[in-house]
């Protein structure tokens, strides 16, 4: 297998963009991908998504896209796995790369829900969800991470606003990302006093759908060598689980997160403390704070600690969400896997501004799908 | 890059299921595979899939059907490239297999379509077409079909009867087949007086839609040597077009198809001659005319004079829908390109009872996604 890097990114502003179709937003982040790269071609180009088909009412985005950047005729298809379907479309990228099957792979992740109602979006999310066993009984995806965060309440004898400094973090760092959704501050009072969306949680737990696009240009680490700017991806791994929280004997356990950053750390040759930041799936602070115990970073039921001793600002042991995260930046489901990489990739070269974290060396990055059913984790290190 | 081989097939009736759930299906498939293979593990699934999300309410199926199969845990999928996506799970094991990311990989095609009413499938199905160029103008997935079988016609001087024989020959097939949903003779006569669909496209034009699931394990050929019935991919292309037929300069001209056969040929250093058989993509009659011709099998505007001739027959010189095709075993969009392979391995084995062709060594398969926009293209080799 070949070592891979990544040569180039490129991200539209995560917001409601109403005068941007889906593939104009794939395009702009394609192209922009392209140029920092410094290519023409591409021998493939993975798609993730989730929702086109339901919401901007398009299938077969592969053919679709390649064709809008110009690259028509290379292979194309679209990746699925509901909100990691992003970072799911990178695993295929690297695949192809590290497998020798292509040299040049785009990828780009996509996602296009403010032309929807709100109650179709929420219908289209709760596709993530077992259809079968879960959404019939008026589960939304919101109630879903309730039940996880009133059970972890409950087990660990955590309040409600022990996870504000989730939130508070992702807003801080959103402010000086252009690209971000919301760029204000968010204080701890603000985050108490939100409105309920399904109790116990509240407006500022949870992280704001959105449009946008991100890509990535993969090539292997040998011809890398040529740009300037590069990424190694030291690690690539996928874990799943059930979808229903009533098929896990823990729910509290993600064990498909403890799965995917286990076998990451493996290909890495590294542990959580060897990560310099983590660009975590904060879709909710529920989904943060397990996320942090799942993957090492804190033991079980001590995720909001963290929070709570600043240790996950840019200044602390373990920064997340270092542009905002899906709080602050947004969370454009099948882009946001992308865009969770991209802005890895800007941390190792340096380049993000007042939130550039002091010479990091190794980033990891992790998507998460449906309650915790599909996690992707990449481990990327700055190039010598 | 590694050689790789299919060890298992497994495939369910093609028919309304009104018994069985899509993970059902899924299951049913996967577990036959399993079983063919005698493996009890793998280290993915890939699902080929194109309408869950609209028509099933489900998205997420990798880790979903992973689970129901019992194989919780491992990283897993969903694959979209409209009628295509069969074989791009496909061509995404491959590829993981090839690339030495995976040992084992298990691939399922699954699609449950007729708990729909017939308005909600055509819908989904222009899903594959473009939703904004093409879509609203009131064009479905007949449609632009019947526009590019009426050029046809027109720049050639075809009769509608004349491609009587592709439907003719898919039936015949189907008779000896029992997953397939139409297992009745056709007639030229009956061809002939067939309602309308969209014109000049009659119902005996068209393949039906239908509810099934095919799966197909893939290890890599040295380790495949301990399994007697194993069957090597020589060869694994895809290519792709613009999706609208406005913007190609000779619709007639199935672009992706010239180039992914090509491919696909020089791959396994053979060219049309050498192929045994072909499981083409004979959605429509017009496709399956177009797609020979493209893939080097007739000259342009010929394709129907080899159904004429009856080279198409078993006895023929280029046998295709050995086991019923598109056309007679039915078209269960996102699972089809999975049956052919399914097929084509059970040529090669020999296990085909009457349908069985003499001893053949190459056979093709040729799963299309839309009016020819995404082509994936795989040729087997019976092992030595």
């Known amino acids: 297998m070949r070592d891979v890097s990544i040569i180039g990114i490129g991200q539209t502003p995560v917001q409601e963009h109403w005068d941007r179709s889906l593939r104009h937003l794939a395009a702009d982040a394609v192209l922009a991908a392209k140029r920092d790269a410094g290519i023409e071609r591409a021998d493939a180009l993975y798609v993730g998504n989730m929702l086109s088909g339901e919401i901007a009412g398009q299938e077969h985005l592969g053919a679709l896209i390649a064709d809008f950047c110009g690259l028509r005729g290379i292979e194309a298809f679209k990746i699925e796995a509901a909100c990691a379907s992003g970072a799911a479309a990178i695993r295929m990228g690297y695949m192809a790369v590290a497998g020798g099957l292509a040299d040049v792979v785009i990828v780009v992740g996509v996602e296009k829900m403010t032309d929807e109602t709100g109650e179709?979006?929420?219908?289209?999310?709760?596709?993530?969800?077992?259809?079968?066993?879960?959404?019939?009984?008026?589960?939304?995806?919101?109630?879903?991470?309730?039940?996880?965060?009133?059970?972890?309440?409950?087990?660990?004898?955590?309040?409600?606003?022990?996870?504000?400094?989730?939130?508070?973090?992702?807003?801080?760092?959103?402010?000086?990302?252009?690209?971000?959704?919301?760029?204000?501050?968010?204080?701890?009072?603000?985050?108490?006093?939100?409105?309920?969306?399904?109790?116990?949680?509240?407006?500022?737990?949870?992280?704001?759908?959105?449009?946008?696009?991100?890509?990535?240009?993969?090539?292997?680490?040998?011809?890398?060598?040529?740009?300037?700017?590069?990424?190694?991806?030291?690690?690539?791994?996928?874990?799943?689980?059930?979808?229903s929280l009533h098929d896990r004997r823990n729910p509290l356990r993600l064990r498909a997160v403890e799965e995917s950053a286990r076998k990451a750390y493996a290909q890495a040759g590294v542990g959580p403390d060897d990560i310099d930041f983590f660009e975590y799936h904060d879709a909710f602070t529920i989904m943060a704070a397990l996320s942090l115990e799942a993957s090492g970073f804190a033991e079980p039921g001590k995720g909001t600690q963290l929070a709570r001793e600043g240790e996950l600002a840019l200044n602390g042991r373990i920064p997340v969400a270092t542009m905002g995260g899906l709080k602050g930046r947004g969370h454009p489901v099948g882009a946001t896997g992308v865009y969770q990489v991209v802005e890895a990739v800007q941390q190792l070269r340096g380049v993000c501004g007042a939130n550039q974290l002091p010479g990091p060396r190794l980033g990891m990055t992790q998507n998460i799908g449906g309650s915790g059913a599909t996690v992707v984790t990449h481990i990327l290190e700055v190039s010598e």
């Open 120 to 243: 179709a979006v929420a219908a289209g999310l709760a596709l993530a969800a077992d259809g079968d066993y879960e959404v019939p009984h008026g589960l939304t995806f919101v109630a879903i991470n309730a039940m996880l965060m009133r059970r972890y309440m409950y087990e660990y004898g955590i309040e409600h606003q022990d996870f504000a400094g989730f939130a508070v973090v992702a807003h801080q760092n959103a402010v000086n990302n252009p690209n971000a959704r919301f760029r204000s501050a968010l204080t701890p009072e603000r985050f108490a006093s939100a409105p309920v969306v399904a109790e116990p949680i509240r407006l500022m737990d949870a992280s704001p759908i959105a449009d946008g696009a991100a890509a990535v240009v993969l090539c292997p680490t040998e011809q890398a060598r040529a740009f300037a700017l590069s990424v190694r991806i030291r690690a690539s791994a996928v874990a799943t689980d059930c979808l």
